[in-house]
């Protein structure tokens, strides 16, 4: 419980709690920040764990399936409301709810078993956590068109971010300079949608 990498995944799952109950008042906004704060706790929490001493085999194991757990309940549940809540939980928006959580269940249960692939460099499909980014990038549009094609936008994105997940893509792990862009991107876009609460 007090291991530092588990404490960093839990707050990521915090993180996603309040982006589901910002999503349901229609603080899409907020939850925007929420799940990019979510994306940001779980870009630590590994190389925490490879630097903390002490870590038994069993450690291990347990702090990645929780790892495993949280990825579920971001790109999978959370996404999965946030779209059903900007649809105002219309019943077209349920197959691609369901499909978003789905293709995070399919695509997680196949990470645990395979890895990272004989190049241990390289995922199969596109990264939960890459999909979080794209998502709350995406709600940037809302307001800038109006909320129908926005919503057409969302839902299409979902769709593409469905096959992806579970797509045979060979997508380069983040690692170096390009882990560092990522989050300097994922700081932009929440500060965007900071500026947008002020506004």
Not at 126 to 131: E, G, K, R, S, V
Not at 135 to 141: E, H, K, Q, R
Request: aromatic fraction near 10%; proline fraction near 3%.
């Amino acid at each position: 419980m007090f291991d530092a990498a588990n404490l960093l995944t839990l707050a990521g799952l915090l993180s996603l709690t309040l982006a589901i109950t910002f999503a349901l008042r229609g603080q899409f906004a907020e939850a925007a920040i929420g799940l990019i704060l979510a994306f940001f706790f779980d870009g630590i929490d590994g190389p925490v764990a490879s630097r903390l001493s002490g870590r038994t085999p069993d450690d291990r194991a347990f702090g990645a399936n929780l790892d495993s757990l949280v990825d579920m309940a971001g790109a999978g549940v959370t996404l999965a409301v946030v779209l059903l809540a900007y649809g105002e939980f219309g019943g077209w928006y349920i197959p691609v709810a369901f499909a978003l959580v789905g293709a995070v269940a399919m695509r997680l249960s196949y990470f645990n078993i395979h890895g990272l692939g004989k190049e241990a460099t390289r995922y199969t499909g596109l990264p939960t956590d890459q999909a979080i980014i794209v998502f709350a990038a995406v709600m940037l549009l809302d307001g800038l068109i109006s909320r129908g094609p926005f919503q057409v936008v969302l839902y299409g994105t979902s769709m593409a971010l469905v096959a992806l997940m579970v797509s045979s893509l060979r997508i380069p792990k983040l690692t170096g300079a390009s882990f560092y862009a990522i989050n300097g991107a994922a700081f932009v876009i929440a500060a965007l949608h900071a500026v947008r609460l002020v506004a």
